[in-house]
């Protein structure tokens, strides 16, 4: 059975903290996402990556960066947390047949 | 620019009820189709999927889409919900703009009354 695997199911962070959330999948996809799910807003792309060392900004990446040193590991990093990053977090690796979530971070900072 | 809408943020329907979930995307070349579905607490998952062929699509627990290209829609569709079918339901659209990109709808949350 497929996996992504997201490092934590909840988070609470102080603002201006510097914020890792871990994103493993295990079938050796090489496109790799991250978004955040904010209710009425649906799911809003910040980064994908779809080699190793490769980013792409998406539709919000500001306040956000990303690290991919190996295919199975793709990071999100918050920079310096702030309350408008409270959010639940979804990473996602893609295949031929479309998307395998994470089961999601909820991430609150205070 | 690319876009996917869901017609309806929350939809309340009882028992038995049939089920439409409307969407519709703004992009004239060629796309992939999706449904993914979120239940309570849990991860989101693939409904079904649309790539090429026959237009109506049968996915997982009754659920079946029908692409209109004539309407750039995608809509979903259950012929009687269940209590179990409540759940937050996600249209996503995949382009070829020379690279790949995927559009998530705003999502439908569907409450079934038991």
């Known amino acids: 059975d497929v996996k992504v695997t997201q490092s934590s199911r909840y988070l609470v962070k102080r603002t201006g903290e510097k914020v890792f959330l871990e994103c493993v999948q295990d079938?050796?996809?090489?496109?790799m996402f991250w978004y955040r799910q904010d209710p009425g807003l649906g799911l809003r792309l910040i980064y994908f990556?779809?080699?190793?060392?490769?980013?792409e900004k998406g539709d919000i990446p500001e306040g956000y960066s990303v690290s991919r040193e190996k295919k199975e590991r793709f990071s999100l990093i918050l920079e310096s947390a702030s309350t408008n990053q409270t959010s639940m977090y979804l990473c996602?690796?893609?295949?031929?047949?479309?998307?395998?979530f994470g089961s999601g971070t909820r991430l609150t900072v205070v | 620019a690319q876009s996917v809408s869901q017609h309806n943020h929350h939809v309340i329907l009882s028992e038995a009820a049939s089920l439409e979930l409307g969407c519709n995307y703004s992009?004239?070349?060629?796309?992939?189709l999706f449904w993914y579905v979120q239940y309570p607490g849990q991860h989101l998952q693939l409904l079904l999927k649309y790539f090429s062929g026959d237009p109506l699509v049968k996915g997982i627990k009754g659920f079946e889409a029908e692409f209109i290209k004539s309407k750039f829609s995608f809509n979903l569709r259950k012929p009687s919900v269940q209590w179990s079918d409540t759940a937050e339901y996600f249209c996503?659209?995949?382009?070829?703009?020379?690279?790949?990109?995927?559009?998530f709808g705003a999502g439908t949350r569907l409450f079934v009354k038991a």
């Open positions: 079938m050796d996809h090489e496109n």
């Open positions: 990556s779809y080699d190793v060392k490769m980013k």
């Open positions: 992009y004239g070349g060629t796309v992939n």
């Open positions: 996602a690796s893609v295949g031929n047949y479309g998307y395998t």
């Open positions: 996503a659209v995949n382009v070829n703009t020379g690279g790949f990109k995927t559009i």
